[in-house]
């Protein structure tokens, strides 16, 4: 029987695909723990070890450093108090962020593009803001990237009673994870994308999304 399951972490210089990040985990972890820890997995473990210090232990087995990866054996029982606490960790290191059970790969950075081609580096929640309330009929168009297939992304319309729509979609991995709610309110459509991009747990709740069919 299965007691655990495991998280990756480690720095990459680009976006990676899930694919690409399993081939990159098993190449790493199979390498020898011979040999210092890189400093930015040594900030990392040390924090890590720090916000478990207390209570029930979650690990199945010990974090290590294994040749440029941080590999953490994880008790099921602890999943979602260690995944929210490796996530921002890992966001604040720079490095991916992978769960090799559900081949999920989050990057430490994100990228906001408007139809317009204007391209916007890890926005923070204002530039995130001023960029949703700019949509309109010739701006129509936003979406907010962590890796090729991990994005949330609007289109704007207009009501038939003229006033301003909203087709919030998301998607996470193949096709069949790409849903999609209709909003009148661009508050929460601004509420998702900054929620996204700060890699919150269960960003997506509360809204009424329905699977978009390719």
Not at 34 to 47: D, M, N, R, S, T
Not at 87 to 99: I, K, N, P, Q
Not at 136 to 142: K, L, M, N, T
Not at 146 to 175: F, I, M, N
Request: glycine content about 8%; hydrophobic content about 40%.
């Amino acid at each position: 029987m299965t007691v655990g399951f495991d998280l990756a972490a480690w720095r990459e210089s680009a976006p990676i695909t899930a694919e690409a990040a399993l081939e990159r985990y098993r190449d790493l972890a199979a390498r020898s723990l011979a040999g210092a820890v890189e400093p930015e997995l040594k900030g990392f473990l040390e924090e890590l070890g720090t916000a478990f210090a207390a209570g029930v232990t979650p690990w199945a087995q010990e974090p290590s450093a294994r040749g440029g990866v941080v590999v953490m054996s994880v008790r099921w029982s602890q999943s979602a108090r260690v995944h929210a606490v490796v996530r921002e960790l890992a966001r604040r290191h720079g490095l991916v962020c992978f769960d090799p059970q559900e081949r999920q790969v989050l990057h430490p950075w994100v990228a906001l593009s408007l139809s317009d081609g204007t391209r916007v580096e890890n926005p923070d929640a204002e530039r995130i803001a001023a960029a949703l309330g700019s949509l309109s009929r010739s701006r129509y168009y936003a979406i907010l990237e962590r890796a090729e297939q991990d994005y949330v992304q609007v289109g704007y319309g207009e009501s038939a009673e003229g006033g301003a729509s909203y087709a919030l979609e998301r998607r996470s991995g193949s096709a069949d994870r790409h849903h999609r709610c209709e909003l009148p309110d661009l508050a929460r459509v601004t509420r998702a994308f900054e929620a996204f991009a700060a890699g919150e747990d269960g960003w997506e709740a509360g809204f009424e999304w329905y699977r978009v069919e390719f």
